[in-house]
């Protein structure tokens, strides 16, 4: 596994061979968001030819973030910080985290390296993302790859779905679903125990539509204003709550009562995350 800053701009943890194909995906996809302001003071082919020197670079030997600060500085101005910088570059070549680079808790500084490989081109990039992605949350629609790619050019997302050997559905609105040839489709009436989802993580991120996974509850008991996606509760399927962690403890936050045979399968899987996180 290798950790880098990939799908909606965040850092995720994914297969090698996944990196660079969502890596190449989202930057022929992805949206720029360089204002004028900032390409006058500072062109995107200085931010480009600064991401192939950090890639020469860092090459050689990983560097701490504090390292990285020292060459990047000289490059800052009033409107463009250090720490902007490295997460635009970022958008043009490919850079993972070291082990550890800082810790399994919400804290720490990162320590990088320019990633192994060969990138695909882009057309094979942009698929191996489709695939990977109804691999996991299809049946889905042509928005639910682009929300979760962080990709708002569907355009080109529906011309690459189009050309692949994929299932079909329709939903309740008429929509239509994509899948995988032989994906497996559980039975409607499959129960879904009870779960403790982390923060930020990709079920509840997704999904154009949400209330997929959300149901009734509002975005923003989840989401805060500065974007934290909190740990939630999955009762049935469906958010029910948020969980925090503290001083290794699991402490539950349901939005509403819950049975109690969900609070017994919520306390086991409570055990099991402050088991693995002791």
Do not use: C
């Amino acid at each position: 596994m290798v950790k880098a800053l990939l799908q909606r701009g965040t850092l995720h943890l994914v297969a090698p061979r996944d990196l660079w194909a969502f890596a190449i995906a989202r930057r022929e996809l992805g949206a720029n968001y360089w204002p004028p302001a900032y390409e006058r003071n500072f062109p995107e082919r200085k931010i480009a030819a600064l991401a192939r020197s950090l890639a020469d670079t860092l090459q050689l030997s990983p560097l701490s973030w504090a390292e990285l600060r020292v060459l990047l500085e000289p490059h800052a101005t009033s409107r463009v910080s250090p720490a902007f910088l490295w997460r635009r570059v970022q958008g043009y070549e490919a850079f993972v985290h070291v082990p550890p680079s800082g810790t399994w808790g919400y804290g720490g500084d990162g320590v990088y390296l320019t990633a192994d490989g060969t990138p695909p081109r882009p057309d094979e990039a942009v698929e191996h993302s489709i695939r990977r992605y109804l691999a996991a949350f299809g049946p889905a629609t042509v928005q639910d790859v682009g929300q979760w790619a962080g990709i708002q050019r569907t355009g080109p997302l529906a011309s690459a779905i189009d050309g692949l050997d994929l299932r079909t559905f329709e939903d309740e609105s008429g929509e239509t679903l994509f899948d995988l040839p032989r994906a497996p489709l559980p039975d409607p009436e499959t129960p879904a125990p009870p779960r403790l989802v982390p923060r930020f993580d990709d079920l509840v991120l997704s999904h154009a539509d949400r209330t997929r996974i959300l149901g009734d509850v509002a975005a923003a008991r989840i989401v805060s204003k500065n974007a934290l996606v909190q740990a939630t509760i999955l009762v049935d399927g469906f958010v029910a709550g948020t969980w925090q962690l503290e001083d290794g403890r699991v402490r539950l936050e349901p939005f509403g009562r819950l049975p109690r045979e969900v609070k017994a399968a919520l306390a086991e899987e409570a055990q099991r995350v402050e088991a693995f996180v002791a």
